[in-house]
């Protein structure tokens, strides 16, 4: 069935560095990807998304491209902020379409 | 900018007890969601209503039950909480039922049974 593998966290790096979170899926046919951020005691927000391959999502810096190759979605910012920690979800949209399948998170912590 | 809204944040219950999680949307949705969070495993989906009066089982849906009252309210229960349903829920909604359209997350409601 479907799956989504996210890198593990914490996920700890300094101000104004280079962000890598790693995605990678199972999936048939031609899924849409995406991925949410969680900021603390909130709930899940939407942060960019991805409807077919080569396809780049991106929002306030981050960026995600669709690698079908690879089965890839790794997201990416070129320099992080402090306001940037939280929990960034990996997800795909399941065989029904509506319902999604939904990666561990990766917890990502910003030291100033 | 309300958005979704779910009470309680927090609750203790024994096992054994009875509750009901209520969630509030004011985007005129069509479509609603509950979700269950565990550490390690994503989210994992336990009921959905495609529209204002239909509710269908989820990926996980055994031991609760859900009402949609009408199109802003969809709440969930659990009739006999158990120490596996210790969890945080989501409840979240979308324009329509598919993923595409973007899900809406209200802050959560963390739940322990002991």
């Known amino acids: 069935g479907n799956s989504v593998t996210q890198m593990e966290g914490p996920v700890t790096l300094s101000e104004e560095a280079f962000l890598t979170i790693n995605c990678t899926y199972t999936?048939?046919?031609?899924?849409?990807l995406f991925w949410y951020v969680q900021y603390p005691g909130e709930g899940l927000q939407l942060l960019l998304k991805a409807t077919k391959a080569d396809d780049k999502g991106s929002n306030k810096g981050f960026e995600a491209t669709y690698r079908k190759e690879t089965t890839s979605f790794h997201l990416e910012k070129g320099s992080v902020q402090v306001s940037d920690s939280a929990v960034y979800f990996c997800?795909?949209?399941?065989?029904?379409?509506?319902?999604?399948?939904w990666g561990a998170g990766t917890k990502l912590i910003i030291k100033p | 900018n309300a958005g979704v809204t779910q009470t309680p944040k927090f609750q203790v219950l024994k096992t054994g007890q009875s509750m009901t999680l209520q969630c509030a949307q004011d985007m005129n949705h069509n479509s609603m969601y509950w979700y269950r969070q565990d550490p390690g495993m994503g989210l994992r989906l336990i009921y959905y209503s495609a529209s204002e009066g239909t509710t269908d089982k989820g990926e996980v849906p055994n031991g609760y039950n859900v009402s949609r009252l009408n199109k802003r309210e969809f709440s969930l229960r659990l009739e006999s909480a158990a120490p596996s349903q210790t969890s945080v829920y989501f409840c979240a909604s979308s324009e329509a039922l598919a993923a595409n359209y973007g899900y809406t997350f209200g802050s959560g409601t963390r739940l322990t049974v002991v």
């Open positions: 999936a048939t046919g031609y899924p849409s």
């Open positions: 997800a795909l949209s399941g065989d029904s379409n509506y319902q999604l399948i």
